[in-house]
T-cell receptor, first 114, second 115 residues
Framework: DADVTQTPRNRITKTGKRIMLECSQT?????MYWYRQDPGLGLRLIYY???????NKGEISDGYSVSRQAQAKFSLSLESAIPNQTALYFC?????????????FGPGTRLTVL | AQSVAQPEDQVNVAEGNPLTVKCTYS??????LFWYVQYPNRGLQFLLK??????LVKGSYGFEAEFNKSQTSFHLKKPSALVSDSALYFC?????????????FGRGTQLTVWP
């Protein structure tokens, strides 16, 4: 979905390096999410944010941190990358207005930690 | 606790045949249910959702899903499969009573449609 963009699309880094993944959206949504996808495990929630002042841990937040710089921007950081953080990372957004609204996903960032 | 099970990692069907991708769920309250599709090197795309009302929900690309409360299932179906339907499909659930609005995803089912 072109309304949700992620940078970079691919990244190779080394163990111990700090890395930031960025997400921007033009949908005007309040809620933003970071997921990681691993083969056979589906999507697991890392962090989510309901507005600029609200940050919540998901089920696998250890080793990650986030920053909601503005309504439209939500960044995910790996302070000291490790190989088992190699995965496909997705940002998603949704509208706070209705709890049944679907989430809209970015194209993903493929991260490899050597 | 909320959870979603997709019991089949892989579904293979011939083009033109009907397809079913299975999903069962567990929520503490009443659910909102969703199906997403992921094509290679792409993000997840929304297919359809169940909110309330008619148990048969119609979505994009000719897909439909049937909500069955007694069996806690929300199977995805299509009457006639296309090769272009080959993709990874995810079922997701949200407890409608939850203020957090989190989605819980299944592990995904790889659908392969052969010519």
């Amino acid at each position: 979905d072109a309304d949700v963009t992620q940078t970079p699309r691919n990244r190779i880094t080394k163990t111990g390096k700090r890395i930031m993944l960025e997400c921007s959206q033009t949908k005007g949504h309040d809620r933003m999410y970071w997921y990681r996808q691993d083969p056979g495990l589906g999507l697991r929630l890392i962090y989510y944010s309901f507005d600029v002042k609200d940050i919540n841990k998901g089920e696998i937040s250890d080793g990650y941190s986030v920053s909601r710089q503005a309504q439209a921007k939500f960044s995910l950081s790996l302070e000291s990358a490790i190989p088992n953080q190699t995965a496909l990372y997705f940002c998603a957004t949704s509208d706070l207005a209705q709890n049944y609204n679907e989430q809209f996903f970015g194209p993903g960032t493929r991260l490899t930690v050597l | 606790a909320q959870s979603v099970a997709q019991p089949e990692d892989q579904v293979n069907v011939a083009e033109g045949n009907p397809l079913t991708v299975k999903c069962t769920y567990s929520v503490s309250g009443n659910p909102y249910l969703f199906w997403y599709v992921q094509y290679p090197n792409r993000g997840l795309q929304f297919l359809l959702k169940y909110i309330t009302g008619d148990n048969l929900v119609k979505g994009s690309y000719g897909f439909e899903a049937e909500f069955n409360k007694s069996q806690t299932s929300f199977h995805l179906k299509k009457p006639s499969a296309l090769v272009s339907d080959s993709a990874l499909y995810f079922c997701a659930v949200r407890d409608r009573g939850s203020t957090l609005g989190r989605l819980y995803f299944g592990r995904g089912t790889q659908l392969t449609v052969w010519p």
